[in-house]
């Protein structure tokens, strides 16, 4: 069964940094698409960021760009995502999200997220 | 970057009837445009990929159309489970975008 399982989350002041991580199992991260997706309290779903089957082709959401980074480590089947200079903004769950396809294809599991909150 | 725009926002209906949710976008996905289900404090679940095609273990009553920019998910008879917030969401080009969401509540 494929399973994905957030961790990382927690309290950051603006500013800082957190490493989110994302396990993987039941599947091989080299054979798909990855991505984040956040929820801020009360609202709706926003994409983040996604990497591809090949560990190459990476993407961002505008909101995030120059401050996040998305990897993988294909022997530990688990991607991150790398947060700096954090915003109070960014407080959200952060869901990890497996792509049916490698890198086009919807969002067919999902992990049961992270809670990241930013405050001072 | 496509704007997806869901409506209504809210739906209420009672156990039986048929819902009929709307995502309109900024312009064309063509047939690519997904439909997610969440609950309270669980995870979106997938229900619709590429416009129609119901995802594995989704019941018939769930059924999805449209092309282009007009999307419609259908609830043929609504289960008491079914009352969550439904989002739609385009693969069809970056950035990848939801709509803000139709919540279904019970009458």
């Known amino acids: 069964d494929v399973q994905l399982l957030e961790s990382g989350g927690g309290l950051a002041q603006p500013g800082g940094s957190l490493r989110l991580s994302c396990a993987a199992s039941g599947f091989t991260l080299s054979n798909y698409g990855m991505s984040w997706v956040r929820q801020a309290p009360g609202k709706g779903l926003e994409w983040v960021s996604n990497?591809?089957?090949?560990?190459?082709?990476?993407y961002y959401a505008d909101s995030v760009k120059g401050r996040f980074t998305i990897s993988r480590d294909t022997s530990k089947n688990t991607v991150y995502l790398e947060m700096n200079s954090l915003r109070v903004e960014d407080t959200a769950v952060y869901y990890c999200?497996?792509?049916?396809?490698?890198?086009?294809?919807?969002?067919?599991?999902w992990g049961q997220g992270t809670l990241v909150t930013v405050s001072s | 970057e496509i704007v997806l725009t869901q409506s209504p926002a809210t739906l209420s209906l009672s156990p039986g009837e048929r819902a009929t949710l709307s995502c309109r976008a900024s312009?064309?996905?063509?047939?690519?445009l997904v439909w997610y289900q969440q609950k309270p404090g669980q995870a979106p679940r997938l229900l619709i990929y590429?416009?129609?095609n119901r995802a594995t273990g989704i019941p018939a009553r769930f059924s999805g159309s449209g092309s282009g920019t007009d999307f419609t998910l259908t609830i043929s008879s609504l289960e008491p489970e079914d009352f969550a917030v439904y989002y739609c969401q385009q693969r069809y080009t970056w950035p990848l975008t939801f709509g803000g969401g139709t919540k279904v509540e019970i009458k």
């Open positions: 999200a497996k792509r049916a396809l490698d890198t086009t294809g919807w969002f067919d599991y």
């Open positions: 990497i591809d089957g090949g560990g190459v082709g990476t």
């Open positions: 590429d416009a129609s």
């Open positions: 312009q064309s996905v063509s047939i690519y």
